[in-house]
């Protein structure tokens, strides 16, 4: 059987050029949507506004890990989705490793000091011995764990199920009635806060004013998986009355970031725009041509998302 592939990308041209390159069996490369496509490669928000165009569709392999504007009820489910995963935790371990070295260095207070002819020779902070708390522990979660190992971290991670890295020292989950419990449990005494879940109606606002409160004065309070995760009012109430020591966000509740919000102007806080983690076409192909070639069989692929449970 043949396959219409339709590309929905910014990088199209370079995603073009990398599954030409694997001359994959019985796939036809589509340059705009039409009755026989079925398949789709790219942003969820491109492919949500193609949905309509594309009644072949049975197959959607999304170039991000998250897939929310998908998971819209009113929008047809008849097609298997799958999302990236595997390939992002490198790039966020990066991220979360240079952000707490950034912190711990004092890097911008001396830069501070450098710009105003100001010898600052007071001691630094050091990431070893301290303890980072990671609220998921998927596959981005286990390379945070791995990575913070290296860097003699303590780690603490937080999960619904599993417990499968080796780096993990202690495993937190929810309780059957309450997770709240158990969520102050795990933030108490942490020296870093990484939330790294998916956007569900579990983890909305997970990180809220009673988890802030547990944490100690001096922890750090970061967000590299989902915007709703963190309660964005309580989070600005927390630093602006010193309850915590910093923040460093990558993701929000709306994107772009509204001009006058007030995270702009919240001290000791740190914003990046989405960007910890980016999706690169040469690890995205891959990961596409390993699923090609398992749908091209009829077997099952990688990575399926449950429509209902948004992961």
Do not use: C
């Not at 890295?165 to 989950?173: A, L, Q, T």
């Not at 989902?226 to 009012?233: F, H, K, L, T, Y």
Request: charged share 25%; hydrophobic share 40%.
């Amino acid at each position: 059987m043949r396959h219409k592939l339709l590309i929905l990308a910014d990088d199209e041209n370079k995603y073009r050029a990398l599954i030409e390159e694997a001359r994959l069996l019985n796939l036809e490369l589509a340059m705009k949507p039409a009755p026989d496509v079925d398949i789709a490669l790219g942003e969820p928000s491109r492919v949500k506004a193609a949905l309509g165009s594309l009644p072949a569709l049975a197959w959607v392999q999304s170039i991000w890990a998250g897939v929310e504007p998908l998971l819209d009820p009113a929008l047809r489910r008849n097609y298997i989705l799958t999302n990236a995963r595997g390939v992002f935790g490198g790039l966020m371990s990066e991220y979360v490793i240079g952000y707490l070295l950034l912190h711990e260095r004092r890097v911008l207070q001396k830069l501070e000091a450098q710009k105003s002819n100001h010898w600052e020779g007071s001691d630094t902070g050091t990431l070893r011995g301290k303890t980072i708390g990671l609220l998921g522990v998927g596959s981005i979660g286990l390379e945070v764990a791995r990575t913070a190992k290296f860097f003699g971290m303590r780690v603490h991670g937080y999960t619904w199920s599993s417990e499968s890295s080796p780096d993990v020292d202690r495993y937190f989950h929810p309780s059957e009635s309450d997770r709240l419990p158990s969520l102050q449990d795990f933030a108490n005494g942490l020296d870093y806060l990484v939330n790294i879940l998916p956007n569900t109606n579990d983890t909305r606002k997970i990180v809220n004013a009673d988890v802030l409160n547990a944490l100690p004065a001096h922890a750090l309070v970061m967000n590299v998986g989902r915007g709703p995760a963190v309660d964005e009012s309580a989070l600005i109430e927390a630093l602006s009355r010193n309850k915590i020591a910093a923040a460093v966000l990558d993701v929000f509740e709306r994107e772009p970031l509204p001009k006058d919000h007030p995270f702009w102007t919240t001290p000791n806080l740190l914003m990046t725009f989405h960007s910890a983690a980016p999706s690169l076409p040469e690890d995205i192909t891959k990961l596409f041509i390993e699923n090609y070639k398992s749908f091209d069989k009829g077997w099952p692929l990688k990575y399926q998302v449950d429509f209902e449970r948004g992961y």
